[in-house]
């Protein structure tokens, strides 16, 4: 049962396989948490985001189709979700960005080998630079520019995640990068 694909595992669960579908929870909870946590900034709201969508997805088993890896329909739901997070917070006036280099507020910054105190400054200087400049973007910029650099997704999945041609997420991912350089030489970063 190890072996067994993500569609494999989502044909079982749609036939009341609980323990399929609790597999294909370990494979993605944490990937998704963290998409989502780079989207909302809150680790609870991001914990909360990612059960909803396992819970959307369950809910909606029986229409997911093989056409795509299933890891897309999951982000898509999970895209979502984040959005109308975001719109919602916006409104709330909360939604702010999360550390790019830290999992939670509990963690350090970024290591560094020879632990300097001047090095581990400059650390926590460029990740305030980064996260400042990383909210100034869009959630159409900040999303594609979270699943490419650090999920790491290639072109086509993040184009059925976010529902657009991929000379679209071409265009949003090189206009997220060219914001984000803008945004950091304005804070200072010009030495980075």
Not at 44 to 54: C, G, M, N, P
Not at 159 to 183: F, M, N
Request: glycine share 6%.
């Amino acid at each position: 049962m190890t072996g067994l694909s993500d569609w494999d595992l989502v044909a079982q669960a749609r036939g009341g396989d609980m323990d399929s579908f609790a597999r294909l929870v370990h494979r993605y909870e944490a990937p998704l948490i963290h998409f989502c946590l780079r989207m909302v900034g809150s680790h609870q709201d991001a914990q909360d985001l990612a059960q909803e969508s396992f819970v959307r997805v369950y809910r909606y088993l029986d229409r997911l189709k093989p056409e795509a890896k299933f890891s897309t329909a999951l982000f898509g739901m999970a895209r979502n979700l984040t959005l109308n997070y975001l719109r919602d917070a916006g409104r709330r006036g909360r939604g702010k960005v999360r550390s790019l280099t830290r999992e939670d507020e509990t963690d350090s910054a970024v290591a560094d080998d020879v632990h300097r105190p001047d090095r581990e400054a400059r650390l926590r200087e460029i990740e305030g630079m980064l996260e400042r400049a990383l909210e100034s973007l869009s959630p159409e910029h900040k999303e594609v520019l979270v699943l490419r650099e650090i999920q790491g997704m290639d072109y086509d999945a993040i184009a059925a995640i976010v529902r657009c041609r991929k000379g679209t997420v071409k265009s949003r991912l090189a206009r997220a990068r060219e914001q984000l350089r803008v945004r950091l030489v304005e804070l200072g970063g010009e030495l980075l």
